[in-house]
């Protein structure tokens, strides 16, 4: 009961900052800290309801950071590879084998020393969406083989995500309202989504753990 309760609260957090973001005007000012308290939520129901799941957990103490670089800094960059290593954790979490960790790395000191000479953000970008696909990848192979309830909802968080980073490239870009609102639109339910594909104790993604 306690968890429904917690559910409506995300719920209409999403609702809220998504009005907020439709009507711009004098409480412009505090979307951001309203879209961050949404952020902040998942966090600690992840903490409360989710306690034996420490990489669900992992994944949203990270995207505490990524979104606090892109909300407050306005630090693309960082943002990036951050969001990109919350994507191998979360990828690590539903298909648990070390070489998801040990290409993280790989790919991560490839893309810092082409960043290094080159200074594109299109970089960062591309190593990011490597690890988004592989995240939604991993959790696509999940549902094929379990067809669970939780691995469902992976699923259909990470194509959210798809759609929420289709939105920040094209408001990257273009610089539309209509994107702009399309990013935080995808990317609540994402979260609610990522929030809810924990299996219980016991169960077993990967019978070579």
């Not at 998504?18 to 902040?40: E, T």
Request: with cysteine; charged share 15%; aromatic share 20%.
């Amino acid at each position: 009961m306690k968890q429904r309760y917690a559910d409506t609260g995300l719920i209409g957090l999403i609702l809220v900052y998504s009005w907020l973001s439709l009507n711009p005007g004098r409480l412009d000012m505090v979307v951001d800290d309203v879209k961050y308290l949404y952020v902040f939520s998942c966090f600690v129901y992840a903490f409360i309801f989710y306690r034996y799941d420490a990489l669900l957990r992992a994944f949203f103490i990270l995207l505490l950071f990524c979104d606090y670089f892109l909300l407050f800094s306005q630090n693309m960059h960082k943002a990036i590879v951050v969001f990109a290593f919350a994507h191998a954790i979360n990828a690590y979490r539903i298909q648990p084998r070390w070489r998801i960790l040990l290409l993280y790395l790989f790919t991560l000191g490839l893309m810092s020393l082409l960043a290094l000479k080159f200074h594109r953000l299109e970089l960062f970008a591309g190593f990011y969406a490597f690890w988004l696909l592989a995240d939604l990848f991993a959790n696509i192979m999940a549902y094929r083989s379990f067809r669970s309830t939780p691995n469902r909802y992976g699923v259909i968080g990470l194509v959210l995500f798809v759609g929420c980073d289709l939105s920040v490239a094209w408001n990257y870009m273009h610089h539309t309202r209509l994107a702009y609102v399309g990013m935080w639109s995808f990317y609540g339910p994402a979260l609610f989504c990522i929030l809810h594909s924990s299996h219980q104790p016991g169960h077993t993604l990967d019978n070579s753990r």
